[in-house]
């Protein structure tokens, strides 16, 4: 069994930062590329970030220059630090990786999802 489990969501203030965090478990033999995704309510869920397991990372256009989405290999980790927050950030945010499993499969998990608002 894999689980992601997503922490360090929350209220903050426009112009505010907020870091998410997402943790692979289980049985694991390597984690793949990991993403970060968010849903608003009424829309529909969008990829937000992705990084490889090299460290190469994607952007979607509206969060260029605010995030930054980062990994530990070691702790099977992916960070999403998210600065100069925007009341269009707000979502629930749900951390995807591509997991191959010491049984030799892979495929896709997802976490729980994490609230993030932003208000004032």
């Known amino acids: 069994q894999v689980q992601l489990v997503e922490s360090g969501g929350g209220l903050e203030q426009p112009g505010g930062s907020l870091r998410l965090s997402c943790a692979a478990s289980g049985s694991i033999f390597s984690v793949n590329p990991m993403n970060w995704y968010r849903q608003a309510p009424g829309k529909q869920r969008e990829l937000v970030a992705g990084i490889t397991r090299a460290g190469h990372t994607y952007y979607v256009d509206s969060v260029k220059g605010r995030f930054t989405i980062s990994r530990d290999n070691g702790k099977n980790t992916v960070y999403l630090q998210m600065n100069s927050l925007k009341p269009e950030d707000t979502a629930v945010y749900y951390c995807?990786?591509?997991?191959?499993?010491?049984?030799?499969?892979?495929?896709?998990?997802w976490g729980q999802g994490t609230q993030v608002t932003v208000s004032s």
């Open positions: 995807n990786a591509e997991i191959t499993t010491t049984d030799g499969g892979t495929r896709r998990y």
